[in-house]
């Protein structure tokens, strides 16, 4: 009994003891964030335990509240666009917590191979997160980082939802191998952006110079952009989190070609005595392919996060319908991410797979004067003609020069494709000891493209009796990664790294095309070739081929103290794209940075809070040429009988029209940047300013070659240099930062002057190269090429007759060598007159708070000092063609003044068409929710394109930078729109 009741007191004294032990190993900390310049409370702001998910968030006066064990010495203090502190746990339970305005010092980006903190960059880096993207109704993900990042232009010419975005960094440059940047996505080089939904993206990492991207070797000369997806991260728990996003968007024509009524028309008639063919009718048959375009788009995403995995999966589909009837674009797309640690942290899995779905229904609207033309014959056809005949079908007229029914083309034509994507991806991330870590790699890339086209027999515009078309395009591409990082830091001063990998990839390509013509029924379509009795008179063609890339590669960096920063890189690559004798290259670069405010002589000075020098140089390549340019090439040439015994054979000769070229290589970039990062008043104000100069040589063009002894009269070679010389420069400035109104302005500005330092070597000799080719109704003159690329000029320079004025009987006058004006073309000197090529770009974005719910975004964006050849208004403001064809208004004023020549090329058409957009503006309100399931509510409603002003005539002044054409303007763009999107997004 006595031993009983001692056992019962001891264990009730042990239980007591322990629930003492536990009470007094939790303890309550209390605190107030606030703004280090004004006081101001930061409303939730972030308060963490570092290594674990506990943590409390302040609320709106900045107070907060977080029970932690005992043994936690530190707690970690953040929020957006703020320096995280360390707050050092002292005998005290109630802190005050003043954080410093500039997340730019400690912010993370993600480079080639590596994450670095922003502090540590010794290159030309920039990063843009999802919440500084534009918003609003995106056909393309790239459109969000338009206007946002300083060197990098983003630009498209109309509005079609079928066409994509051209990306040009730093005025990239080159006559056949492509100036679009390479895409990183998650790790993966070579993914087509537009297979992201714009609500997966978590952030873009732009590597601008060549030492930043040098470590990506043939691929890397015209920048590389790195996309980062959103994934589960801890932190938000065990929780499921469900997130659901909707969005409707309008879209109208901003603006339509200023054309003659039909009552114009008859009144020009009736005046000069002239006859035509009077319909009757008064139709603006813009209005009559036009239309209301409507978008939807629904986002839902799963996520969720623990201690030792992550996972987020979404799906997205989004339906556009054009403004031109008969346009329209589907997509559906699902992602899904997921991380597991194992072993102790040992390893951690990452698996990424991606999936898109896309159905493109497109209308003719491209290759100038074409029966088949949409947008042409909407501009060319009279308003007195009417639509359709009493009974209901189009009508047409006989006159001549292809003339025909825009909406009657429109309906009869099928023009599609469908678009299967899919992306894997599998990477292992590797701790083998604390300062040693590996990555392995590895991702498979599947596209599948089908295309049908089809004019039935009795389309108003066919001249070939019934046409099809079926074509089918695969590519496959496998990719092996690794690498292995060591780090060393030597008593808190010293600290190194060095990275050593290795890249494979391989990808392979086949399709075919396959034309039938003089179809035998207009219903069953292109979906059965069989249908059509000729298939001789265009070919059917297919292709096989594959393309390797194999690389070693390193990355070195030092740095002391943070206060000298140093990296070096270098890349052995070999592609199978080149000849023989090239196929191996060595890239590399070196990068120094100089934190100033770490030296002593800078004293106690008050004005920067950051002020770093940057110096980098490096060499990338460029790959993008076609396949098989380095080899022998054998095909079928056509048929033939056999004259022995009559039966019909296929011939065989050497195919391709250029001559192999076992020295062909890649394109080279060296580049020297100079940059400047700084911040001042407590980082309220932060930025960079770039310096570089960029030198592209051993460019690939298509060299005339004799003949013989060559076998073709082209071979594919490398000469000829293209200089770029500009400055960049990116600002953050925090103008209001109150309780009730909060005020971020971020600007970029980039300008690139741009010069063709030679076009030839002692192999291949080029004087000039003659491109931007216009044509149209009634143009006349000896040399329509607007623009000449030779040494001294940029690409995109416009050379032509200058304009010299009207003669007293209305023709037109220009400028001869000699001083003086001739009518005659011919005999006029082809004067440097403009260039296509900006001298000044300007991204300016706005973001403000005002008090807990309301949010505003607005983002200017202008492009200054480049000209565009307007030859829409070339052709359709010639008087001649009155009253038989349509007009622009000019056409009118043109005949008013007297004017009796035919369209002519020269600078009478040439405008400067500088630019200021309002690209979007949007308005949130955030619901105040208190509900156990519900965590967020918002709703917005967003503009875009809202706002134009410009001196150019035209519909729309911008264009597409890309390419080695650009600059004109033709009677055959996709009319840009204007766009109200109401949406808005949940959390649960």
């Not at 219903?523 to 009795?533: D, E, H, K, T, W």
């Not at 070693?552 to 199978?576: C, N, V």
Request: with cysteine.
């Amino acid at each position: 009994m006595t031993s009983t009741f001692i056992h019962v007191k001891f264990i009730f004294t042990f239980v007591l003891l322990l629930c003492f032990h536990l009470g007094k190993s939790q303890k309550i900390i209390t605190g107030t964030v606030i703004d280090a310049n004004s006081n101001e409370p930061l409303i939730a702001a972030n308060i963490s335990v570092p290594g674990s998910t506990q943590g409390s968030i302040t609320d709106f006066d900045g107070n907060f509240t977080i029970e932690i064990n005992d043994q936690v010495k530190v707690l970690e203090i953040s929020y957006i666009g703020y320096t995280t502190q360390n707050l050092n746990l002292t005998n005290q339970t109630n802190y005050i917590i003043k954080l410093l305005q500039g997340k730019v010092l400690d912010e993370v980006l993600v480079i080639g191979y590596s994450v670095i903190k922003k502090s540590d960059k010794t290159g030309a880096v920039t990063s843009v997160s999802s919440d500084e993207l534009n918003t609003g109704r995106l056909s393309d993900p790239i459109e969000a980082l338009q206007g946002k990042a300083a060197g990098v232009t983003v630009s498209k010419q109309g509005g079609d939802p079928n066409s994509g975005f051209s990306v040009n960094i730093r005025g990239a440059a080159s006559f056949t191998s492509g100036t679009g940047p390479l895409f990183v996505v998650d790790g993966v080089p070579g993914v087509d952006p537009t297979t992201i939904a714009p609500t997966d993206i978590a952030s873009y990492n732009v590597l601008k110079d060549a030492a930043s991207t040098a470590i990506y070797g043939a691929r890397g000369a015209n920048g590389v952009i790195i996309i980062t997806t959103k994934s589960g991260k801890r932190g938000d728990g065990e929780n499921l989190v469900i997130e659901y996003s909707s969005q409707l968007s309008i879209d109208n024509v901003s603006k339509k070609y200023d054309l003659l009524s039909g009552d114009q028309i008859r009144d020009f008639a009736n005046k000069t005595g002239r006859v035509f063919l009077d319909g009757g009718a008064n139709v603006d048959w813009q209005d009559e392919i036009y239309r209301t375009g409507l978008t939807q788009d629904h986002n839902l995403s799963f996520m969720n996060a623990t201690k030792s995995s992550n996972f987020r999966a979404s799906l997205s589909h989004m339906n556009i319908q054009g403004v031109i009837k008969g346009s329209s674009k589907t997509r559906s797309i699902g992602r899904l991410n997921y991380s597991q640690n194992a072993f102790n942290d040992f390893m951690t899995f990452h698996a990424r797979l991606a999936t898109t779905l896309e159905k493109n229904n497109y209308i003719n609207y491209g290759g100038g004067i074409s029966p088949t033309n949409v947008i042409y014959q909407a501009l060319r056809r009279s308003p007195t003609d009417k639509v359709r005949n009493d009974d209901g079908s189009f009508y047409e007229t006989d006159r001549s020069f292809q003339y025909f029914n825009p909406l009657a083309i429109i309906e009869d034509i099928q023009n599609n494709r469908d678009a299967k994507r899919i992306l894997g991806n599998v990477s292992l991330d590797l701790n083998f000891f604390k300062n040693l870590k590996g990555w392995i790699n590895g991702a498979y890339i599947r596209d599948d493209d089908e295309s049908l086209y089809f004019e039935p027999r009795f389309t108003a515009s066919n001249q070939t009796n019934g046409r099809g078309v079926r074509s089918y395009n695969n590519k496959i591409a496998k990719i092996w990664e690794s690498t292995l990082t060591y780090t060393k830091n030597i008593k808190e001063a010293h600290n190194f790294s060095v990275m050593a990998g290795h890249s494979y990839q391989i990808e392979q390509y086949d399709g075919f095309r396959v034309t039938g013509r003089n179809a035998t029924s207009d219903y069953i379509g292109a979906n059965n070739m069989a249908i059509f009795l000729d298939h001789e008179t265009e070919r059917p063609f297919g292709y096989k081929n594959e393309n390797i890339l194999a690389a070693l590669f390193s990355r070195a960096t030092y740095d002391y103290k943070s206060k000298y920063l140093f990296s070096a890189s270098i890349r052995r690559e070999g592609s199978s794209k080149f000849g023989l004798n090239n196929r191996w290259g060595w890239f590399p670069s070196a990068s120094f940075g100089w934190n100033l405010l770490e030296e002593s002589f800078f004293g106690n000075q008050k004005i920067f809070d950051q002020l770093k020098l940057r110096l980098s140089y490096g060499l990338a390549g460029n790959q993008n040429i076609p396949s098989d340019r380095e080899k022998i090439l054998f095909g079928p040439s056509g048929r033939a009988i056999n004259p022995e015994n009559g039966e019909e054979v296929i011939n065989y000769t050497i195919a391709g029209g250029t001559n192999p070229n076992p020295n062909l290589k890649w394109e080279t970039n060296a580049e020297t940047n100079i940059g400047i990062d700084f911040g001042i008043m407590n980082g309220k104000l932060s930025g960079s300013i770039e310096l570089y100069q960029r030198r592209t040589y051993d460019l690939v063009y298509d060299f005339q070659v004799p003949v013989p002894p060559n076998r073709q009269p082209r071979t594919t070679g490398n000469a000829g240099e293209i200089k770029n010389t500009g400055i960049e420069a990116t600002l953050q400035y925090f103008v209001l930062n109150k309780k009730s109104l909060k005020w971020k302005t971020l600007v970029a500005l980039n300008t690139n002057r741009q010069k063709t330092v030679s076009l030839g070597n002692e192999e291949f000799q080029l004087g000039e190269i003659q491109t931007l080719f216009v044509s149209g109704r009634g143009l006349v003159g000896g040399i329509n090429n607007a623009q000449v690329i030779r040494p001294g000029l940029a690409v995109g320079t416009f050379v032509m007759p200058e304009y010299a004025g009207l003669s007293d009987d209305g023709k037109f006058l220009f400028y001869t060598a000699a001083g003086g004006v001739t009518r005659d073309v011919s005999k006029a000197e082809r004067r440097v007159v403009g260039s296509a090529q900006p001298k000044f770009q300007i991204g300016w974005s706005n973001y403000f708070t005002i008090g807990k719910n309301l949010d505003i975004s607005a983002s200017f964006r202008s492009i200054i000092g480049y000209k565009v050849l307007n030859v829409t208004r070339m052709v359709f403001s010639n008087p001649s063609d009155l009253p038989t064809l349509n007009v622009l208004q000019e056409g009118l004023e043109e005949y008013d003044r007297g004017l009796t020549s035919n369209p002519t090329l020269s600078s009478y058409y040439l405008e400067d068409a500088s630019f200021l957009r309002l690209d979007n503006v949007t308005i949130g309100y955030n619901l105040n929710i208190k509900h156990k399931y519900i965590k967020s509510v918002r709703f917005y409603v967003t503009g875009t394109n809202l706002l134009l002003i410009t001196g150019y005539s035209g519909i729309d002044p911008e264009i597409s930078f890309g390419g080695s054409e650009f600059g004109r303007d033709q009677y055959d763009v996709y009319p840009r729109t204007r766009t109200i999107t109401l949406g808005f997004n949940s959390k649960f």
